[in-house]
């Protein structure tokens, strides 16, 4: 992984962890919405812009590939350098939720 990728994506943003958690399974960018917004009860509703232009950029970096086209929907997957990515950030919330515990823990 290059380190433009490491700069522009770690940390990530909100968007682009689920786009990216989504596309572990193949899916279109309306599936990706609407399991984004399943996964949170509600709490992100990505709208039509940012989940475009988002899918856009990550094609372009090479974290996503265009899989088919069917009924006009442009279904996706994640790719390797998209994994590492997703990999490292999930290792940086653990990481955070880690020490959020342990400072909980030492205040009591």
């Known amino acids: ?19 990216l958690l989504c596309l572990r399974e193949t899916m279109h960018g309306y599936g990706i919405v609407q399991k984004v917004e399943a996964l949170t009860q509600g709490e992100i509703k990505l709208s039509p812009g940012t989940m475009y232009g988002s899918l856009s950029k990550m094609e372009k970096d090479g974290l996503i590939r265009f899989v088919r086209e069917e009924d006009k929907r442009k279904f996706y997957c994640i790719t390797d350098l998209g994994n590492q990515v997703l990999e ?17 823990n030492n205040e009591k």
Do not use: C, N, Q, S
């Not at 490292?88 to 909980?104: A, H």
């Open 88 to 104: 490292l950030e999930m290792k940086r919330i653990e990481r955070l939720y880690r020490t959020m515990t342990e400072v909980e």
């Open 1 to 19: 992984m290059d380190a433009h990728i490491r700069k522009v994506y770690v940390p990530m943003t909100e968007t682009g962890f689920y786009i």
